[in-house]
């Protein structure tokens, strides 16, 4: 495959091109209890969750079990948006602000 002969067919779904000025932390560890490595955020409906090397790996449950495609990473110098449908990673330079995100508690 070369580049650009892959294209996200997902980007009309998203709804979030500010992120937040800064989140607590992954909503479903914080409800739960639980803790987490990274954190990712839904571009459709702005739900944050943890990546996939946190034990509850919400960001990806959340996008399994709302059908939202596409996550942004809201760590410390990454932009990078992935897409689950398409396993495509992108950066989209329409998405703008900065998160201010808690240390990790797995890491603490
Ligand atoms: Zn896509
Ligand atoms: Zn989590
Ligand atoms: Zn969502």
Redesign the pocket.
Known sequence: MSPGSTQ???LNTIEVTELPASVDGCTDCLRDGGVWLHLRICLQCGHVGCCDDSPGQHASRHADAAGH??IRSLEPGEDWVW?F??E?AMVIPEITGTTRIPPSPMLS
């Open positions: 996200c067919t997902h495609p596409l897409c449908p398409d495509l």
